[in-house]
DNA sequence: GGAATAGTGTCTTTAAGACACTATCAA
DNA sequence: TTGATAGTGTCTTAAAGACACTATTCC
């Protein structure tokens, strides 16, 4: 079947992110302009190659995310998506990608990285609904990683990575309207976010004002499996996107 | 930053399975014995290097998959899992691992594969336990498979996977048992396969018989989602495993 | 009739959805 | 006092958990 000499065929890993972040209550994902071959001047999501043999994967994701958003390294949610590793995806060879999914709270605009010649936050629909083009298959893994963060926040108190340190009940409604892209009713909200024990505790006795009743302030707590969950609201069937429950 | 002659780092990628099915009763792990260096003559999961430069990821799993149960391809539930890519991991150089995740009907004792000696189902409880020792991070991914397989019955008609083409209800209700390691109530356990529309359909007017009342016979109906899903109740804290919630 | 397995019905509790009012601040 | 934002309470319905009996077959 093999060969005496028969060696397993060499692959090259890129680094993928999908980075999600809330700007003017909107799920925004961060794209680049590609600076260079293949796809040189599309949008693509931030990523590249391993820098050296050594280097794991999860740092270079890390090391990705830093160069384009200048970031402190501990205070953004981080975490593996999947692998993506069709044949024809990259026209110059068998580049197979680690994507992964960056949240972070309002970041400011974003700094020209090493590989882009320019970095701009996208609205997510408009990667969801093809208006924006993407290089390689980064259509999919965006539309991937969004699905995966809009039912991560079903289950677990990943909301609040999109919050700054400490946060109002209304903030946090807004993540999750904004993210799932419906509105929710704010007296449910009040009762589910308070249901989940351990999910968001009372931040000292601070507050902030905006001109009516200050808020209370609340920061994550030690959970991060929500019981019970926050289940999203069906979509109603005319909705932008249509969860596909047949097979 | 970089050499104008670099060039990035070349990885080795293999597929890994975790291959679960049930046997009296009982979740097992289709297990090999690792037939050369490194680790040799240790129990590891099934897999190997991709087989030349143009082959799918998903198609090198199914070939795995062939080669160690003999199993016709369409027949089986297999996914992807996750990377798991340390630069520690394999001593042989830079290896990174696509795991999948495969799930089928209870199958007859293993043939030996290619790179295996010998081939054998061992119960998943030995492995979570670590009574059994496997080679590489071999042990995490399948615990990270067994763990994504018992959240997935919950949300998805995965569980009939385990089942043959039509199979009674008392028999599904085994594959939740078996794969969450619980005992359920059997008549909660009708109302909730029942209420979830889609989830199974009445196979004809068929029955099976052994020795009691005949039981009706079903099939895997059009839905993959679940709804409502079946809820695996919360470990009781003096169970085996305790979920961590906290941070 | 008895053993064995299949299948169902009810009551209570928990959580979701729908819905309207009160509270606290600044100007 | 008005405008703005924050926060709560109730009723109804859906689903989970606990629990015990009836149904159909073979012997």
Redesign the interface.
Known sequence: ??DDVWS???????VDLVILTLRESRLHVLLVERGGDPFRGMAALPGG?????????LDAAHRELSEETALAAGWVHLE?L??Y???GRDPR??V?S?AHLAIAPGLPDPVAG?DATDAAWVPAQAVLSGEVELAFDHRRIATDGIEHARTKLEFSALATAFCEESFTIAELQQVYEAVWGTELDTRNFYRKVQAAK?FIIPAGTDRRTTGGRPARLYRAG????L?PPLIRPAPSATEENT?G???
């Open positions: 079947m093999q397993p065929p060499p692959v090259l890993l890129t190659f391993l820098n050296h043999d050594g280097e794991e994967i593996q999947a692998v590793g069709d044949s060879g068998r197979v680690v090493t351990g030690p959970k991060t499996v019981f969860r429950e047949e097979e």
